[in-house]
């Protein structure tokens, strides 16, 4: 398999930690996408590789490609028929899947936005259409993010209850971005904070490029 990525953007990351959590690295090839000269966006890579011109991409033997993290991480976790990050119950799965979508929405996605139209971004040669009214307002509603996870968390150890899963992946995607443009978690989300850095002891986390003190962007 092939995985088109960059290996310290946020969202690549996200892949790379499930890669880890499942033991798959031996099973993937990266290419390197640079993101900041837009070959993400490049009418051949939309064509061939993934319509939305984002990254990651997983690239199958037979040529399938499939974008979208959650999209992704559900491919590799069920490659073994063994499923631990997506949930092995139909309950698990939708509460998973549910904590997932609410991390990406009110969190990571909303810190992108506020990336790509509050800040440079990636650049002038990328960023061609900008909105930083809208940005600002993005960078306000991921700090609410914060604070709904912060109240999830002081109620159970991990994001979707009482297991690691594909939703704790998202939301550290989401802190992640958030330190990048240097968006802090509030003081006051202490529950948010310690779970942040349990995650960071995670062998799966601690070891991924973006955490290496390399600078990140996103997709």
Same mark, same amino acid.
């Given at each position: 398999?092939?995985?088109?990525?960059?290996?310290?953007?946020?969202?690549?990351?996200?892949?790379?930690?499930?890669?880890?959590?499942?033991?798959?690295?031996?099973?993937?090839?990266?290419?390197?996408?640079?993101?900041?000269?837009?070959?993400?966006?490049?009418?051949?890579?939309?064509?061939?590789?993934?319509?939305?011109?984002?990254?990651?991409?997983?690239?199958?033997?037979?040529?399938?490609?499939?974008?979208?993290?959650?999209?992704?991480?559900?491919?590799?976790?069920?490659?073994?028929? $063994?499923?631990?990050?997506? %949930?092995?119950?139909? !309950? &698990? /799965?939708?509460?998973?899947? #549910?904590?997932?979508?609410? @991390?990406?929405?009110?969190?990571?996605?909303?810190?992108?936005?506020?990336?790509?139209?509050?800040?440079?971004?990636?650049?002038?040669?990328?960023?061609?259409? $900008?909105?930083?009214?809208? %940005?600002?307002?993005? !960078? &306000? /509603?991921?700090?609410?993010? #914060?604070?709904?996870?912060? @109240?999830?968390?002081?109620?159970?150890?991990?994001?979707?209850?009482?297991?690691?899963?594909?939703?704790?992946?998202?939301?550290?995607?989401?802190?992640?971005?958030?330190?990048?443009?240097?968006?802090?978690?509030?003081?006051?989300?202490?529950?948010?904070?310690?779970?942040?850095?349990?995650?960071?002891?995670?062998?799966?986390?601690?070891?991924?490029?973006?955490?290496?003190?390399?600078?990140?962007?996103?997709?």
């Amino acid at each position: 398999m092939k995985i088109y990525d960059f290996p310290t953007g946020p969202y690549p990351t996200r892949v790379r930690i499930a890669l880890a959590e499942k033991r798959l690295q031996s099973r993937v090839r990266f290419v390197m996408v640079d993101l900041y000269k837009g070959e993400h966006k490049r009418p051949e890579f939309i064509a061939t590789k993934n319509y939305s011109g984002t990254l990651p991409v997983l690239e199958l033997d037979d040529g399938t490609c499939i974008g979208e993290c959650t999209a992704i991480t559900e491919y590799l976790d069920t490659l073994d028929g $063994q499923p631990t990050l997506t %949930g092995r119950t139909p !309950r &698990d /799965k939708g509460i998973i899947h #549910m904590m997932s979508k609410r @991390a990406e929405i009110e969190l990571l996605d909303a810190v992108s936005v506020y990336f790509h139209h509050g800040t440079p971004g990636l650049g002038p040669h990328v960023e061609v259409s $900008q909105n930083p009214e809208w %940005g600002f307002r993005q !960078r &306000d /509603k991921a700090v609410r993010g #914060m604070r709904y996870f912060d @109240a999830v968390l002081s109620r159970q150890p991990y994001v979707a209850g009482e297991a690691f899963s594909m939703a704790d992946i998202t939301v550290i995607g989401g802190l992640l971005f958030a330190s990048l443009v240097a968006l802090p978690v509030p003081e006051e989300c202490e529950a948010l904070r310690s779970w942040y850095a349990r995650m960071l002891q995670r062998e799966s986390v601690r070891d991924q490029p973006a955490f290496a003190g390399s600078a990140a962007v996103a997709d």
